[in-house]
C-alpha cells in the first residue's frame, strides 16, 4: 500500500549544520529527490584558502521581497542527497558543505552538530529533560524505536583530504564523554580570513518515534 510521507526538514546549521560558527545560513529548502549519483562539487584549485583560487563561491539564494539583492550575505551552501526509509525511519545522505569564512580570523577547527544523537541513553539532553527534570518517569521502559541517533560515515575537507579518523565528540556544556551530539572537525590547514572550505559527508540519521521537535509518528516526520 502506497503511504503518502510528509517529510518537513530544518537544516539547522548540518542536519549536520556548524554550530558556533556560523552566523546565518541558507535558509530552508525542500528535500531533494534521492538518486543514484552522489552529490558533485566543483573542484577547487590547490590553494584552498584562497577564495579567489579555489573556485568556490556561493550563490545568491535568498532575496528579499522588495528587493533584487539577497536579505543578507550568504555565508554558507548546502547540497544535500537524500534517501529516507519509511520502514525503518532512516536518512541516508550525502552532502557537500561549502562555508565562507567571513569571521575575521582563521579558523583550524569547526564543530558540528548532530541533532539525533540527543535521543540516545546517555546523552546530556536525555539525563537534564527526561531523567532529572521532567515528567517522564518511565525514561528507563523506552523502547528501542524512541532512541535517535546521527553517524558521520565519512567526511572529507576538499583539498585537505578525508578527516574521518580525526573526528573528536566535544562536550562544552558539562563535559560528558558520553554526549556525542557535537563532534569537532580539525583542519590539517587553517582557513584564512576570506577563505572558502568545503566538506563532503556521507551520514546516516534514525529518527525516533516524536521526541522534542525531532521524530516520525504515522505518515509525519520532523527532522532537525
Do not use: C
Not at 569547526?110 to 539525563?127: C, D, S, V
Amino acid at each position: 500500500m502506497a503511504i503518502r510521507w510528509k517529510i518537513v526538514v530544518f537544516i539547522a546549521a548540518l542536519t549536520l549544520g556548524l554550530t558556533t560558527l556560523l552566523h546565518q545560513k541558507d535558509g530552508f529548502a525542500a528535500a531533494p529527490q534521492a538518486t543514484k549519483t552522489p552529490v558533485k562539487a566543483t573542484a577547487p584549485a590547490k590553494n584552498t584558502n584562497n577564495a579567489a583560487s579555489s573556485g568556490l563561491s556561493i550563490p545568491d539564494t535568498t532575496l528579499a521581497i522588495n528587493s533584487s539583492t539577497p536579505m543578507s550575505q550568504r555565508v554558507v551552501h548546502y547540497e544535500i542527497d537524500a534517501k529516507y526509509d519509511a520502514d525503518k525511519h532512516i536518512v541516508d545522505a550525502s552532502e557537500v558543505l561549502t562555508y565562507h569564512n567571513l569571521t575575521g580570523q582563521a579558523l583550524d577547527h569547526f564543530p558540528f552538530h548532530l541533532y539525533q544523537n540527543a535521543f540516545q541513553p546517555k546523552a546530556t539532553w536525555i539525563r537534564e529533560a527526561k531523567i532529572e527534570g521532567s515528567r517522564d518517569v518511565g525514561y528507563d521502559k523506552w523502547e528501542e524505536k524512541e532512541y535517535g541517533s546521527e553517524d558521520i560515515k565519512s567526511i572529507e575537507v576538499v583539498g585537505q583530504g578525508d578527516v574521518t579518523g580525526q573526528l573528536q565528540f566535544i562536550a562544552p556544556d558539562d563535559g560528558n564523554k558520553d554526549d556525542k551530539t557535537v563532534v569537532d572537525v580539525r583542519m590539517r590547514k587553517a582557513i584564512a580570513p576570506g577563505a572558502y572550505v568545503q566538506f563532503k559527508i556521507a551520514f546516516r540519521t534514525k529518527f525516533p518515534e516524536t521526541q522534542a521537535r525531532s521524530g516520525w509518528k504515522r505518515d509525519f516526520v520532523l527532522g532537525g
